[in-house]
Protein backbone atom coordinates (compact mmCIF):
# COMPACT_ATOMS: atom_id res chain seq x y z
CA UNK A 1 0.00 0.00 0.00
CA UNK A 2 1.28 3.53 -1.11
CA UNK A 3 0.21 4.72 2.65
CA UNK A 4 2.76 2.27 4.38
CA UNK A 5 5.78 2.93 2.16
CA UNK A 6 5.36 6.70 2.22
CA UNK A 7 5.60 8.44 5.67
CA UNK A 8 3.82 11.60 4.87
CA UNK A 9 0.52 9.40 5.08
CA UNK A 10 -0.97 8.22 7.75
CA UNK A 11 -1.01 4.10 8.24
CA UNK A 12 -4.20 3.66 10.04
CA UNK A 13 -6.36 5.95 7.84
CA UNK A 14 -4.35 6.38 4.15
CA UNK A 15 -4.70 10.16 4.57
CA UNK A 16 -1.70 12.25 3.61
CA UNK A 17 -0.15 13.84 7.01
CA UNK A 18 -0.89 17.51 6.91
CA UNK A 19 2.07 18.60 9.01
CA UNK A 20 4.50 17.36 6.03
CA UNK A 21 2.64 19.74 4.01
CA UNK A 22 2.67 23.01 5.71
CA UNK A 23 2.93 26.63 3.89
CA UNK A 24 2.82 30.04 4.61
CA UNK A 25 -1.28 30.82 5.49
CA UNK A 26 -1.17 33.14 2.72
CA UNK A 27 0.52 34.12 -0.67
CA UNK A 28 0.80 37.83 -2.64
CA UNK A 29 -1.85 37.23 -5.41
CA UNK A 30 -0.46 39.61 -7.24
CA UNK A 31 3.14 38.34 -7.59
CA UNK A 32 4.07 36.49 -10.55
CA UNK A 33 4.00 32.79 -9.90
CA UNK A 34 5.59 29.81 -12.10
CA UNK A 35 2.49 27.39 -13.29
CA UNK A 36 0.75 26.32 -16.42
CA UNK A 37 -2.12 28.59 -17.21
CA UNK A 38 -4.84 27.11 -19.60
CA UNK A 39 -5.77 29.98 -22.86
CA UNK A 40 -9.32 29.66 -22.44
CA UNK A 41 -11.71 27.25 -20.84
CA UNK A 42 -11.45 24.92 -23.93
CA UNK A 43 -8.10 24.53 -23.24
CA UNK A 44 -8.71 22.84 -19.65
CA UNK A 45 -7.89 19.07 -19.55
CA UNK A 46 -10.95 18.50 -17.36
CA UNK A 47 -10.06 14.48 -17.79
CA UNK A 48 -7.09 14.59 -15.86
CA UNK A 49 -8.98 15.87 -12.78
CA UNK A 50 -12.31 13.46 -13.07
CA UNK A 51 -11.08 10.48 -15.02
CA UNK A 52 -13.88 8.03 -13.90
CA UNK A 53 -16.25 10.44 -15.45
CA UNK A 54 -15.27 10.34 -19.33
CA UNK A 55 -16.89 9.60 -22.23
CA UNK A 56 -16.29 8.16 -25.18
CA UNK A 57 -15.15 11.27 -26.89
CA UNK A 58 -12.17 11.55 -24.00
CA UNK A 59 -14.24 14.61 -22.69
CA UNK A 60 -15.89 14.96 -18.99
CA UNK A 61 -19.39 14.48 -19.44
CA UNK A 62 -20.64 17.18 -17.31
CA UNK A 63 -18.45 20.39 -16.61
CA UNK A 64 -17.66 22.04 -13.19
CA UNK A 65 -20.45 24.11 -11.22
CA UNK A 66 -18.94 25.18 -7.89
CA UNK A 67 -15.60 26.28 -7.50
CA UNK A 68 -13.68 26.51 -3.64
CA UNK A 69 -11.18 30.07 -3.88
CA UNK A 70 -8.72 29.70 -1.95
CA UNK A 71 -9.36 26.47 -1.17
CA UNK A 72 -7.04 25.86 2.00
CA UNK A 73 -6.57 21.98 3.28
CA UNK A 74 -9.87 20.95 1.02
CA UNK A 75 -12.05 20.15 3.94
CA UNK A 76 -15.40 22.21 2.19
CA UNK A 77 -14.67 20.25 -1.07
CA UNK A 78 -14.86 17.11 0.65
CA UNK A 79 -17.93 18.26 2.60
CA UNK A 80 -19.95 18.98 -0.36
CA UNK A 81 -18.36 15.93 -2.73
CA UNK A 82 -20.95 13.52 -0.51
CA UNK A 83 -23.81 16.44 -0.11
CA UNK A 84 -23.93 16.70 -4.17
CA UNK A 85 -22.76 13.55 -5.83
CA UNK A 86 -23.77 14.84 -8.58
CA UNK A 87 -21.98 18.05 -9.40
CA UNK A 88 -18.37 18.91 -10.75
CA UNK A 89 -16.27 21.14 -8.08
CA UNK A 90 -13.20 22.35 -8.14
CA UNK A 91 -10.88 23.69 -5.83
CA UNK A 92 -8.08 26.60 -7.32
CA UNK A 93 -4.98 27.09 -4.44
CA UNK A 94 -1.98 29.23 -5.12
CA UNK A 95 -0.19 27.41 -2.57
CA UNK A 96 1.79 24.80 -4.29
CA UNK A 97 2.27 22.61 -0.84
CA UNK A 98 -1.37 22.74 0.06
CA UNK A 99 -2.24 22.10 -3.48
CA UNK A 100 -0.47 18.99 -3.62
CA UNK A 101 -1.74 17.92 -0.13
CA UNK A 102 -5.28 18.13 -1.21
CA UNK A 103 -4.56 16.44 -4.43
CA UNK A 104 -3.15 13.62 -2.42
CA UNK A 105 -5.97 13.93 0.08
CA UNK A 106 -8.43 13.52 -2.28
CA UNK A 107 -6.70 10.71 -4.33
CA UNK A 108 -6.46 8.46 -1.08
CA UNK A 109 -10.25 9.20 -0.25
CA UNK A 110 -10.91 7.97 -3.77
CA UNK A 111 -9.04 4.63 -2.77
CA UNK A 112 -10.50 4.54 0.61
CA UNK A 113 -14.22 4.92 -0.29
CA UNK A 114 -16.92 2.61 -2.30
CA UNK A 115 -19.53 3.38 -4.60
CA UNK A 116 -17.53 5.99 -6.75
CA UNK A 117 -17.45 8.70 -4.07
CA UNK A 118 -15.06 11.94 -4.07
CA UNK A 119 -14.45 11.05 -7.89
CA UNK A 120 -16.71 14.81 -8.39
CA UNK A 121 -13.70 17.29 -7.06
CA UNK A 122 -10.21 17.86 -7.83
CA UNK A 123 -8.09 20.56 -6.90
CA UNK A 124 -5.92 22.74 -9.07
CA UNK A 125 -2.80 25.34 -8.52
CA UNK A 126 -3.90 28.51 -9.72
CA UNK A 127 -4.01 32.37 -9.05
CA UNK A 128 -8.11 32.82 -9.10
CA UNK A 129 -7.66 36.64 -8.76
CA UNK A 130 -6.42 36.26 -12.08
CA UNK A 131 -7.29 33.73 -14.06
CA UNK A 132 -11.00 32.70 -13.45
CA UNK A 133 -11.91 33.32 -17.30
CA UNK A 134 -9.36 31.16 -18.37
CA UNK A 135 -10.69 27.98 -16.31
CA UNK A 136 -14.76 29.29 -16.64
CA UNK A 137 -17.26 29.56 -19.40
CA UNK A 138 -19.41 32.14 -19.15
CA UNK A 139 -22.80 31.78 -16.32
CA UNK A 140 -21.19 27.99 -16.16
CA UNK A 141 -20.69 27.97 -11.89
CA UNK A 142 -23.89 27.83 -10.12
CA UNK A 143 -22.06 28.41 -6.26
CA UNK A 144 -18.38 30.11 -5.82
CA UNK A 145 -17.10 30.11 -2.46
CA UNK A 146 -14.67 32.42 -0.45
CA UNK A 147 -13.89 30.97 2.77
CA UNK A 148 -11.81 32.59 5.40
CA UNK A 149 -9.98 34.72 2.75
CA UNK A 150 -6.40 36.40 3.22
CA UNK A 151 -7.49 40.35 5.38
CA UNK A 152 -4.65 41.95 3.74
CA UNK A 153 -5.45 44.41 6.98
CA UNK A 154 -3.02 47.22 5.59
CA UNK A 155 -4.92 49.80 3.43
CA UNK A 156 -2.37 49.68 0.71
CA UNK A 157 -2.82 45.70 0.21
CA UNK A 158 -6.48 45.84 0.40
CA UNK A 159 -6.11 45.50 -3.62
CA UNK A 160 -5.08 42.10 -2.89
CA UNK A 161 -8.51 41.03 -1.55
CA UNK A 162 -10.03 38.74 -3.59
CA UNK A 163 -13.20 40.85 -3.18
CA UNK A 164 -13.71 43.50 -4.58
CA UNK A 165 -15.76 45.67 -7.00
CA UNK A 166 -13.62 44.58 -9.87
CA UNK A 167 -13.23 40.76 -9.44
CA UNK A 168 -16.80 40.54 -8.67
CA UNK A 169 -17.05 41.57 -12.35
CA UNK A 170 -15.67 38.63 -13.30
CA UNK A 171 -17.12 36.20 -11.10
CA UNK A 172 -20.64 37.71 -12.27
CA UNK A 173 -19.35 36.77 -15.78
CA UNK A 174 -18.72 33.03 -14.67
CA UNK A 175 -21.62 32.92 -12.15
CA UNK A 176 -25.20 31.65 -13.92
CA UNK A 177 -28.37 33.73 -13.28
CA UNK A 178 -29.29 32.38 -9.70
CA UNK A 179 -25.66 31.20 -8.57
CA UNK A 180 -24.90 31.99 -5.31
CA UNK A 181 -21.05 33.32 -3.87
CA UNK A 182 -20.62 32.42 -0.41
CA UNK A 183 -18.50 34.63 1.81
CA UNK A 184 -16.99 34.15 5.56
CA UNK A 185 -14.38 35.54 7.90
CA UNK A 186 -13.40 35.93 11.77
CA UNK A 187 -12.13 39.71 10.63
CA UNK A 188 -15.34 42.05 11.22
CA UNK A 189 -13.58 44.77 8.91
CA UNK A 190 -13.18 42.47 6.52
CA UNK A 191 -16.58 40.97 6.72
CA UNK A 192 -17.71 44.57 6.43
CA UNK A 193 -15.93 45.16 3.32
CA UNK A 194 -17.43 41.81 1.67
CA UNK A 195 -20.39 42.33 2.09
CA UNK A 196 -20.50 46.35 1.17
CA UNK A 197 -18.82 45.51 -2.48
CA UNK A 198 -21.66 42.93 -2.61
CA UNK A 199 -23.87 45.17 -1.89
CA UNK A 200 -22.62 47.90 -4.62
CA UNK A 201 -22.49 45.68 -7.24
CA UNK A 202 -25.58 45.52 -9.64
CA UNK A 203 -25.13 42.07 -10.00
CA UNK A 204 -25.51 40.90 -6.89
CA UNK A 205 -28.38 40.55 -4.08
CA UNK A 206 -28.57 39.05 -0.62
CA UNK A 207 -30.00 36.03 0.42
CA UNK A 208 -33.14 36.38 2.89
CA UNK A 209 -32.74 34.66 6.55
CA UNK A 210 -35.39 32.12 5.31
CA UNK A 211 -33.36 31.17 2.25
CA UNK A 212 -30.26 31.43 4.39
CA UNK A 213 -31.74 29.07 6.97
CA UNK A 214 -32.83 26.50 4.19
CA UNK A 215 -29.78 26.44 2.13
CA UNK A 216 -27.59 23.03 3.40
CA UNK A 217 -24.52 24.63 1.83
CA UNK A 218 -24.52 27.73 5.08
CA UNK A 219 -24.14 25.52 7.98
CA UNK A 220 -20.79 23.93 6.23
CA UNK A 221 -19.16 27.68 5.74
CA UNK A 222 -17.44 27.46 9.28
CA UNK A 223 -17.77 23.73 9.88
CA UNK A 224 -15.96 22.71 6.95
CA UNK A 225 -12.74 24.08 7.13
CA UNK A 226 -9.74 24.19 9.47
CA UNK A 227 -9.72 27.92 9.66
CA UNK A 228 -13.66 27.81 10.42
CA UNK A 229 -13.09 25.24 13.69
CA UNK A 230 -10.37 26.81 14.77
CA UNK A 231 -12.41 30.02 14.89
CA UNK A 232 -15.39 27.47 16.65
CA UNK A 233 -12.61 26.45 18.73
CA UNK A 234 -11.49 30.02 20.50
CA UNK A 235 -15.21 30.72 20.62
CA UNK A 236 -14.51 33.68 18.40
CA UNK A 237 -17.01 35.74 15.86
CA UNK A 238 -17.72 34.94 12.24
CA UNK A 239 -19.53 37.46 9.34
CA UNK A 240 -20.75 35.93 6.59
CA UNK A 241 -22.27 37.13 3.55
CA UNK A 242 -24.07 35.02 0.93
CA UNK A 243 -25.39 36.94 -2.45
CA UNK A 244 -27.06 36.11 -5.14
CA UNK A 245 -26.68 36.74 -9.11
CA UNK A 246 -29.28 38.03 -10.91
CA UNK A 247 -30.06 38.60 -13.85
CA UNK A 248 -28.84 40.93 -16.56
CA UNK A 249 -31.74 42.87 -17.47
CA UNK A 250 -30.67 45.91 -20.46
Known amino acids: MESETKPTFSKSTGLPRKRFYRARAHSNPLSDSHFPIPISPAHVDFSLHFPKLVGANNEVSKKVEFADIGCGF ?4 ISLATLFPDTLMIGMELRDKVTEYVKERILALRRTSSGGQYENISVVRTNSMKYIPNYFEKGQLSKMFFLFPDPHFKEKNHR ?3 ISIDLLD ?3 YVLRAGGIIYTITDVEELGEWMR ?3 EKHPMFESLTQEELDSDPVV ?14 RNGGQTFRAVFRRIAYVS
Open 74 to 77: GGLL
Open 160 to 162: RRV
Open 170 to 172: EYA
Open 196 to 198: SCL
Open 219 to 232: ELLCSATEEGQKVA
